[in-house]
């Protein structure tokens, strides 16, 4: 059977707003879809060949969106305009605009391609462009601006002069709450001789990084094989 187009950006970020509800797992019981059927619907944004188009009223209504909101734009639904496919923005919506733009942004740090943007707020090039840039000119004074590469955008300091205060914040933190007790066994077998880096499980390392971030232990190549140490202050101060 021949699968046919879906929006599946839409299904997507309309089932993560669901909650728990919207749990992969829940989405597809109550949708009577599988689980690889709603993932190939949100990546490949075609409803599979097995799955029956009545399929896409029970989708929306779980989402709470109409049908037509699943459904691709056509040929003679497009506007005269195919490169401004969506809504021009005018000085009205601008304010709006830079609020919706700057929490999307602030709530997804990766890159994020404008035209996905662009097509999920159903705004026109120009529209995101205007956007982009007034809100840009109200971060820059607070030392953040939008990083643009490859077509993508994310929020960024401007420079790295905030990197010094945000390692002595991590640092003041991790200290105010003491050792716990992973790293207090980690630190004992150090000191012991008994830790062998290369045999290290994956829930040590994060408390293995606090202690070197505290500057308690280093790390050193030792023989060409990786090992850890006590720095030359905390041997001084435990008389190791």
Sequence with gaps: MKSEPINGHIV??????????????AFARRTGL???????????????????????????????????????????DASPHPENPYEPGTSDTLAADVSRLGRLLLQDTRLL????????????????????????????????????????????PIDSSGDEDADRVASHRIASDGMDL????????IMTGRLHSTRLQEDKLMPLAGLMNLGIVCHEL??????????????????A
Excluded: C
């Design 12 to 25: 997507r970020r309309r089932r993560q707003m669901l909650g728990d509800q919207g749990t992969l797992r």
């Design 182 to 189: 992973r790293q207090a066994e980690i630190l004992h077998g």
């Design 34 to 76: 599988s689980g690889p059927s709603v993932r190939s619907i949100e990546t490949t944004n075609r409803i599979p060949g097995e799955t029956p188009l009545h399929q896409l009223t029970r989708i929306a209504d779980v989402l709470g969106v109409p049908v037509t909101d699943l459904l691709p734009r056509h040929d003679g």
């Design 222 to 239: 030792n023989g060409g094989s990786n090992s850890h140490r006590l720095t030359p202050d905390a041997a001084y101060a435990f008389d």
């Design 113 to 156: 391609r404008k035209v996905t943007i662009a097509t999920v707020f159903q705004w026109d090039r120009a529209r995101l462009r205007a956007a982009q840039d007034a809100l840009t000119a109200q971060l820059q004074p607070a030392g953040i601006t939008i990083h643009e590469l490859n077509g993508g955008i994310a929020l960024r």
